[in-house]
């Protein structure tokens, strides 16, 4: 592979540049003027999100699509969700048929309420499919760029994608599994976000580490519930993109969703929330979403609904948390033991 793109000059995004170009690819860095491509240009640092470190000399930031973009064997998607179908779009026309695509970006889409392969499919066509793949795990770009040993998981729908994309990014300190559910990888580190807020409200209202670890347990069993009806094998919601991602979500203070939900918690107003953290915080779009989708498919998630009612219906954290202490008593794994007399 003689040369990388990365879509997006956030924390996520550089760390990706950092950890490629120090196996010796050449890294173009995309980013818009905003995002302080520039400076970064100039002084060799990301100051708006990583500042304590040097970008090394094979990463080449631009904001120029078609410099960006033209003759790059590889593309890396690393900007919001929300914002995937637009940067798509707009270099739909510098993209060839033989690139490849693996997304980083963690949610579905509100509009459409379509993961993001499927809205790259969407915008480009069903070939890319054959070279699509997604990477996701318990990843803080902090610790990726400092080399912190971390492993994820690299879903596509060809064994050969994945074995490839694999390789590419496969380190002494990242090491990368494969996977073959595509749609299990990318609605874990998804919804695991909605969970993460809620266990960052918990913090925030004073509770300790027995309502984080109830708040986890049954999150998994509502990612799981949602996954199952939209195809996901539940076994990925076991691995790294699942359960390893909820872990790490939960309990850092890297985590924006994390660290929103503790500013809501402690009764902040979303609008305060967003402008403390000062970055996208992807739970709060995922709420959205999901909570729709549980709702059309009549899918039981009562933590989503708990903060989709404090997010969006600005219910008291200490009440929904009091609701949902007092739902009807039920079998833990009612799911799979639908008969108690069979005990």
């Known amino acids: 592979m003689q040369k990388i793109t990365v879509l997006g000059a956030g924390s996520w995004g550089t760390a990706l540049s950092m950890l490629l170009a120090s196996k010796g690819y050449k890294v173009t860095l995309w980013g818009r003027e905003e995002d302080g491509i520039e400076d970064i240009k100039?002084?060799?640092?990301?100051?708006?999100?990583?500042?304590?470190?040097s970008i090394l000399?094979?990463?080449y930031p631009t904001t120029s699509r078609e410099e960006a973009i033209t003759n790059s064997d590889l593309l890396v998607i690393a900007v919001p969700s929300q914002a995937v179908r637009e940067v798509i779009e707009d270099f739909k026309h510098y993209i060839n048929n033989n690139i490849y695509i693996v997304n980083t970006s963690k949610g579905i889409e509100i509009?459409?309420?379509?993961?993001?392969?499927?809205v790259i499919k969407d915008v480009i066509g069903e070939k890319i499919l054959e070279r699509y793949g997604v990477l996701s795990g318990p990843s803080h770009a902090e610790e990726v760029i400092k080399n912190i040993p971390t492993a994820v998981t690299v879903a596509a729908y060809k064994k050969e994608t994945a074995f490839l994309l694999q390789s590419v990014f496969m380190s002494t300190s990242f090491r990368v599994y494969t996977n073959p559910d595509v749609a299990g990888v990318e609605l874990g580190g998804a919804l695991k976000n909605i969970v993460a807020l809620a266990t960052g409200m918990s913090r925030g209202l004073g509770f300790g580490d027995n309502t984080t670890a109830a708040l986890m347990t049954r999150g998994l069993t509502e990612v799981v519930r949602m996954g199952i009806a939209l195809g996901a094998d539940p076994r990925t919601f076991?691995?790294?993109?699942?359960?390893g991602d909820l872990i790490v979500t939960c309990n850092s203070n890297y985590s924006r969703n994390n660290r929103a939900g503790n500013l809501l918690g402690q009764g902040k107003s979303l609008e305060e929330t967003l402008?403390?953290?000062?970055m996208v915080v992807e739970g709060i779009h995922t709420t959205r979403v999901v909570y729709k989708i549980a709702q059309d498919l009549n899918i039981e998630?009562?933590?989503t609904t708990a903060c989709y009612n404090i997010i969006y219906n600005n219910k008291n954290p200490k009440e929904e948390v009091e609701n949902l202490m007092q739902r009807r008593k039920k079998h833990e794994i009612e799911e799979i033991v639908n008969n108690i007399d069979s005990w």
């Open 42 to 53: 100039k002084h060799r640092i990301n100051e708006k999100f990583l500042p304590s470190i």
């Open 57 to 59: 000399e094979n990463i």
């Open 111 to 118: 509009t459409t309420q379509m993961r993001m392969s499927q």
């Open 238 to 243: 076991a691995g790294l993109s699942g359960i």
């Open 275 to 278: 402008e403390s953290i000062g």
């Open 301 to 303: 998630m009562p933590i």
